[in-house]
């Protein structure tokens, strides 16, 4: 409670509002501010557009993208389409982005299934287990990700014997300090007939499992998807397979001379990148996927066995869907590091896009402005695919509260 | 609790003891370890990898190593050889820094440390003096300790920093904050400062020259060039956290404007930076910003690592700010606007203060990710931490020791991050208090 203890009430000394001032309008200010922004920016931009053309013409460099025409003249130590030193640049550039996009492909995969693992591991009820994952995501996650990659190349991968020292597996895998080799897989005719199989199998796995939902809802009649869906996966391909006559066949890396003909090989830059990311992601992977796990409410799986659910039941329909809902946000930008980080392959030379092109290419043309900004625009685009896919995923999950 | 009595603990006369397999260390191990078959194999599994990979390890870092000699020859490469490191330890530590200058480095990070133990010590009356001496005092000290060189001032130009500087303590210090004349200073407090800062960026333009000039020269200058090792790391990490707060502050600010112009250059800026790799980033600095500045205009390549640093960890800084303002409820707007303030104090006295709270320990974990990545500086040909160490490695001298480098610098990186890190999930604790 107040009194009012003067005679007269407050307000009544004030003057009556007149008209503000004009430069307390708050349109105004709001107008002026954004011209005053505006004409900052525009004006960086102008000064450093103008100092630059300058700069170029002076250095006898012309802009423009006329130079993806011309002949590359430099070799590349690992390609996956074909290519050669009279070869253009614009080339070189797609040599450079399937490497990023292969070492980053895998990168994925493994760092996934390892993250996995690893935070499955960190929820372990065995102390042992808990303990030894939780060291090795404090200490991978700690480390600078260039020095751990120093470490597998320079520390590890190049002092490796030769290849008649080769460190064997099985008599078919062979790493040694050329990189790795393994048995390459030699498609005959007919082997279409397998993705084909597969594809069916595929499509029939979505039909089936929408159909089951559906007379779940309807019926309550429980169907067991996941195993009729794995036997098409795997039954389906398998079946097409013997009756084309298994077109498939395995070529074994040889021994020749003092080194490996026949096979697949993995440069050892390629080898170190891939576990060097995959390692160091899958620390940050297993966090996410251990606070993904902890973070469905306890309520949730005391709800799920008093309604009689099994164990697998309640993994599958209860926990698993909630958690993948904390995990997947996450994990994909957690892809988006791992795809941009993949640009440290200019370390240890491995060809990706900025070895090959913001480096070699750049160092060669003098263009620096396209070309970095080129290479700027691809990794931009592919975080705005990522983020895009989030936004999409995000809206087709997100809890619909009543 | 400490008010409840306590029940006095009293053995039940038919009370039951635990069976002895379930409590203590049996008990420990029968659970932790053993619970179930596929437990006790994982548990063997683990045993028999760690039984592989640790006696190796210490056999390879202690029983086995050389420590002592100043060779190559010291060693017999049958374990680790830290003589490497003991060599190269003043270059991994300064890079080229001129021995005899080397203790400017030490007394920079001796005033660095002294002024963050008084900011730790509980109930330390200055606090607010300390930091402002280490965010204002403290970098133009440590950039002439480390630079040095002929430094030129003019005596009124020092005098108005000196003033500006002063006015503005007395315009903010608490200390102030209840005298008659406070008001009037805080009136014209504006105009003063305008005032200074034009000064500052014109006024000796428009002399044509500065008055009153004196000379300072108490050390030698050493170029950025000779900068290297753990010195270049701190460096790059502290330039880089100091400058991309208040950027990474502003730019939150700016996209969550109402200003849609302001709020689109914010977001391109933020989404630009955030979509592509440092080390695009550094690429850029270190071959494009030549171009970019008028003839004549040439700055080192340190300095253009370090502004590709702040832009890129602004951006990301920018994010996990956004994150603390957009959990401000929104009454505290609405409160703030009821009692009548303006936009900046709205956000300067209400909004930041507590959002900057909440996210402290998202701002650690950017800090440690921008250590870590200060190594990429490398790449551009700065010799930092573990550049110094890539470098000893291949010094034609000590070929083959650029694992013991890697571990060395590695257990450097991780005491920092590691640190940092618990010492991140320490404030989240003490800052959950009394929420």
């Keep these: 409670m107040y009194r009012v203890t003067g005679a007269r009430d407050p307000l009544a000394e004030s003057e009556p509002p007149g008209k503000p001032p004009v430069w307390q309008d708050p349109r105004l200010r709001a107008l002026v501010f954004q011209v005053l922004a505006l004409a900052g920016v525009v004006g960086l931009g102008v000064f450093i557009v103008n100092n630059t053309i300058a700069n170029l013409s002076k250095q006898g460099i012309a802009s423009g993208f006329g130079f993806l025409g011309r002949t590359a003249g430099f070799g590349i130590s690992m390609s996956l389409i074909e290519y050669a030193e009279e070869h253009t640049y614009l080339r070189a550039f797609l040599v450079g982005l399937l490497n990023t996009m292969l070492v980053s492909g895998i990168g994925i995969v493994l760092a996934t299934l390892l993250g996995f693992v690893l935070g499955i591991m960190r929820l372990s009820r065995n102390w042992l287990i808990a303990t030894l994952a939780a060291a090795y995501v404090e200490v991978v996650r700690n480390l600078p990700l260039l020095l751990q990659l120093f470490l597998w190349y320079f520390g590890i991968l190049r002092q490796l014997p030769g290849p008649r020292q080769s460190v064997t597996v099985l008599d078919a895998f062979f790493l040694n300090n050329r990189g790795l080799f393994s048995p390459q897989p030699i498609l005959e005719p007919g082997f279409g007939a397998i993705p084909l199989a597969l594809v069916v199998a595929l499509v029939a796995v979505v039909v089936l499992a929408r159909w089951a939902r559906r007379r779940r809802d309807r019926t309550g009649e429980p169907f067991p998807t996941v195993s009729v869906s794995l036997a098409l996966l795997v039954g389906l391909p398998l079946l097409a397979a013997t009756a084309t006559g298994f077109p498939l066949r395995w070529e074994y890396p040889v021994l020749q001379g003092f080194n490996f003909v026949g096979g697949m090989e993995l440069i050892p830059e390629l080898v170190a990148l891939v576990v060097a990311l995959s390692t160091y992601t899958a620390a940050f992977i297993g ?97 705005l695919l990522i983020s895009l896919f989030m936004n999409v995923y995000n809206r087709r999950i997100a809890l619909v509260e009543r | 609790m400490a008010g409840r009595a306590q029940p006095v603990q009293q053995e039940h006369p038919l009370a039951l003891r635990p069976s002895a397999a379930t409590v203590g260390v049996v008990g420990w191990l029968r659970q932790k370890l053993f619970s179930s078959p596929l437990n006790a194999a994982l548990t063997f599994l683990a045993l028999y990898i760690l039984y592989l990979v640790i006696p190796p390890l210490v056999r390879w870092a202690f029983i086995d190593a050389d420590w002592v000699g100043s060779t190559r020859e010291a060693c017999r490469r049958e374990g680790a050889c830290w003589v490497f490191i003991r060599v190269w330890f003043e270059r991994l530590m300064y890079g080229l820094y001129p021995r005899e200058e080397i203790w400017r480095i030490n007394a920079g990070y001796g005033l660095l440390v002294g002024a963050g133990a008084l900011l730790v010590v509980p109930r330390f009356p200055w606090k607010h003096w300390v930091g402002v001496f280490l965010l204002v005092v403290y970098p133009v000290i440590a950039f002439y300790l480390f630079v040095g060189g002929s430094l030129t001032v003019s005596l009124v130009t020092l005098a108005v920093i000196l003033a500006l500087i002063g006015g503005t303590a007395v315009r903010l210090a608490p200390a102030f904050r209840d005298r008659a004349w406070i008001a009037g200073w805080r009136r014209a407090y504006p105009v003063f400062a305008l005032g200074a800062l034009a000064w500052l960026a014109l006024g000796e333009r428009l002399l044509g020259s500065a008055p009153l000039t004196v000379s300072v020269h108490l050390w030698p200058m050493v170029e950025t060039r000779l900068w290297g090792g753990l010195f270049l790391t701190l460096v790059i990490a502290a330039v880089g956290i100091v400058g991309s707060l208040p950027l990474g502050i502003l730019l939150a600010l700016g996209r969550r404007s109402e200003l849609p112009v302001v709020r689109g250059i914010c977001v391109a800026f933020i989404e630009v930076w955030r979509g592509v790799p440092l080390i695009t980033v550094l690429f850029m600095a270190s071959n494009m910003f030549p171009l970019f500045m008028p003839e004549g205009v040439n700055f080192d390549k340190l300095l253009r690592a370090l502004l590709g ?127």
């Design chain 1, 287 to 383: 966090e996410i996927v251990r606070a993904g796990i902890l973070g469905v409410s306890h309520g949730q799986t005391e709800a799920a066995q008093a309604l009689g659910l099994t164990r697998g039941q309640m993994l599958r329909l209860v926990i698993i869907p909630q958690a993948l809902r904390i995990i997947i946000p996450p994990l994909t930008s957690q892809y988006l590091n791992l795809t941009k980080n993949s640009s440290l392959a200019a370390a240890i030379a491995y060809p990706d896009l900025v070895l090959v092109f913001a480096g070699t290419v750049l160092m060669q043309t003098g263009q620096a402005v396209e070309i970095i900004a080129v290479t700027m625009a691809v990794y931009l685009t592919f975080s």
């Design chain 2, 309 to 435: 640093v702040t832009i890129f960890a602004s951006a990301y800084m920018a994010e996990v700010v956004r994150g603390g303002l957009q959990a401000i409820p929104k009454g505290q707007y609405e409160a703030a606007e009821a009692l009548g303030l303006g936009y900046w104090r709205t956000m300067g006295l209400v909004v930041l203060p507590q959002a900057l709270k909440i996210v402290i320990p998202g701002i650690v974990n950017n800090f440690i990710g921008l250590f870590k990545d200060t190594t990429l500086v490398l790449i551009i040909g700065l010799f930092d931490f573990l550049g110094m160490a890539q470098a000893a490695a291949s010094n034609a001298n000590w070929l083959g020791f650029a694992i013991e480098g890697y571990v060395f610098t590695g257990f450097g990186f991780w005491l920092f991050c590691f640190g940092m890190s618990r010492y991140s999930q320490h404030l989240e604790r003490a800052l959950h208090t009394g929420r």
